[in-house]
């Protein structure tokens, strides 16, 4: 062959399909392209390889919950409060009944509850495509679900992820009328507390010298939203749940990392119980928040 010959061309040689090792057999990819966790294409990149360990993460919180009652309990029922757009129930029903569980007769059904009309309808629809059959999804307010026949009148678990404002209260409430057996809750932002410090902070700086904690607008934003959060532990462990606090270490997106892990014992503890209301209305009082009282549900305290 002359030197000014040119060689044949070579065919070119297909890219190897990208191998996820991160995927667990059996996972809806569909599911997973609608979360935006898989591109279009169905690959990952840096940024979503990070989304899928976040989802990871927090399942290995809630796992163990479900696999306990599913154990003991025939029609074991997840309820997944200011749902939006289902984004958590979504992912647990999958990696539970579609992976964890794959080909067992298993039981159960995920509830997802939102106000608003739109998103719980989108739900529906991706949910029908998707297959799923055990998830319903109901357009409701926390004193309608709680009254609701669409809903069984005991819920399992109650979760809330990133519920803003009240809302994570709002899940709190259902979960004590639905006698939860777990509730798993990641809050938001949060303003009444702050609302009220704000509006107390003369008289409380006049009489408690603590009030320094939320003198300047800054520290009473912060200070208010962590001060809900332990309202909320005590108002838990007021009504004879089991309480931990963690950080939801993942999430890197949110600022939002606190997580709220209560379980009630299987049998009760009076003496903590009791100890548990005196300290919230203690709080409550000591802070200038005594209005609250109604919101952190402090139950009445028996003599006996």
């Keep these: 062959m002359s030197k000014n010959a040119k060689s044949p061309r070579q065919p070119a040689t297909a890219k190897p399909e990208q191998v996820i090792e991160e995927l667990r057999p059996g996972q809806s990819i ?37 696999n306990e009652v599913s154990a003991s309990s025939p029609a074991p029922a997840l309820a997944d409060h200011g749902a939006g757009k289902s984004y958590l129930g979504f992912i647990l029903y999958d990696l539970f009944f579609n992976v964890a569980h794959r080909g067992e007769k298993t039981t159960g059904h995920i509830y997802g509850i939102e106000t608003r009309a739109e998103l ?17 999804f109901l ?34 409430a259902f979960g004590l009328a639905k006698n939860a057996r777990h ?5 938001c932002c949060q303003a009444e507390v702050a609302g009220v410090l704000k509006k ?18 800054l520290h009473t934003r912060e200070f208010g939203s962590q001060i809900t959060n332990v309202l909320r532990c005590l108002q838990l ?4 749940y089991q309480v931990t606090v963690t950080e939801l270490v993942g999430w890197e997106h949110s600022m939002k990392n606190e997580l709220i892990l209560a379980s009630r014992p299987a049998a009760p503890h009076p003496a903590k119980t009791r100890a548990a209301q005196i ?20 139950p009445a305290i028996s003599e006996a």
């Design 30 to 66: 569909e599911l997973l392209k609608e979360l935006h966790i898989l591109t279009r294409e169905g690959k990952l990149n840096q940024d979503t390889r990070r989304k899928l360990k976040q989802v990871y993460h927090l399942y290995q919180f809630i796992e163990p919950l479900l």
């Design 120 to 136: 719980v309808e989108k739900s529906r629809v991706l949910a029908a495509r998707l297959g799923f059959e055990r998830m319903s």
């Design 139 to 172: 357009n409701l307010s926390v004193q309608e679900a709680t009254r609701s026949p669409d809903l069984p009148a005991g819920i399992d678990i109650v979760t809330a992820l990133h519920a803003c404002d009240t809302a994570t209260d709002d899940a709190i």
């Design 183 to 187: 509730m798993v809750l990641v809050p």
């Design 200 to 217: 107390g902070k003369a008289l409380n700086l006049a009489k408690n010298p603590l009030a320094e904690l939320w003198r300047h607008p």
């Design 237 to 240: 462990e007021a009504s004879g």
């Design 279 to 298: 300290r919230l209305q203690q709080v409550l009082d000591e802070l200038g928040l005594g209005e609250l009282t109604s919101r952190f549900s402090v």
